[in-house]
Structure formats: structure tokens, C-alpha cells
Nanobody, 125 residues
């Protein structure tokens, strides 16, 4: 079971980034996929999720700015991040959980069946 994130980096406020997470070792199409971020000085924050039916969910802090999507043929989930602010700075982890019919918007790593190493996003001028 492996999740590998990419696409992080340094961006100015108002800019955009697109994160990718490639999965292997499990039946990706049967999993709900999420993004969880760890921001400096704060605990983990659930950011967004997409269930196996491709229904999407967002935290209030990113709704309207971030877009999650998935490609089951490529075993990949994406997070398009627009209108970034310094408060979006952090390590973004991709996390997968076998679908139970309702997406679980968890922050704890032990509630997921797959967890990536994370990619750093820094929003700064």
C-alpha cells in the first residue's frame, strides 16, 4: 500500500498549485480519498475528500478555492488549489480509506488505510 504525493512548492499569495497523489498496492476505485494538511503551530486539518462515486467534500476554509478530483484509470487523486493564502502553508498528506458508503473526514492517520509522506506547500511573498 503506497501513496506518493507531488506538486508542492513555493507560491506567492493568490497563486495556484496542483497536487497529485499516485496510489499503488490497493484497489483505488474502492477507496475514498482525502487530503489532510499539517500547518505550522496547529494540529492536522482535514481539507477535502472525494468518495468512490466521485462526490466531493471540502472544509469551509478551502471551499470555493480548492477542487479535488480523481482518475481511477491512473490511480491518482488531485487537489487543484487556487487563490492561495499564507494560511494554506503546510504539509499536505494524501490519505485513503476503504469506502463504507459515507466519506469519513478524519484527521487522524490511524483512521486511514493508506497515508502518504506529504508534500510541502509554502505560500509566501
Amino acid at each position: 500500500v503506497q501513496l506518493v504525493e507531488s506538486g508542492g512548492g513555493l507560491v506567492q499569495p493568490g497563486g495556484s498549485l496542483r497536487l497529485s497523489c499516485e496510489a499503488s498496492g490497493f484497489e483505488f476505485a474502492k477507496y475514498d480519498m482525502n487530503w489532510v494538511r499539517q500547518t505550522p503551530g496547529k494540529g492536522p486539518e482535514w481539507v477535502s475528500g472525494i468518495d468512490r462515486r466521485a462526490e466531493t467534500y471540502y472544509s469551509n476554509s478551502v471551499k470555493g478555492r480548492f477542487t479535488i478530483s480523481r482518475d481511477n484509470d491512473q490511480n491518482t487523486v488531485y487537489l487543484q488549489m487556487d487563490s492561495l493564502t499564507p494560511e494554506d502553508t503546510g504539509v499536505y498528506h494524501c490519505a485513503g480509506r476503504r469506502s463504507i458508503g459515507t466519506l469519513v473526514a478524519a484527521t487522524e492517520q490511524n483512521l486511514y488505510h493508506a497515508w502518504g509522506q506529504g508534500t510541502q506547500v509554502t505560500v509566501s511573498s
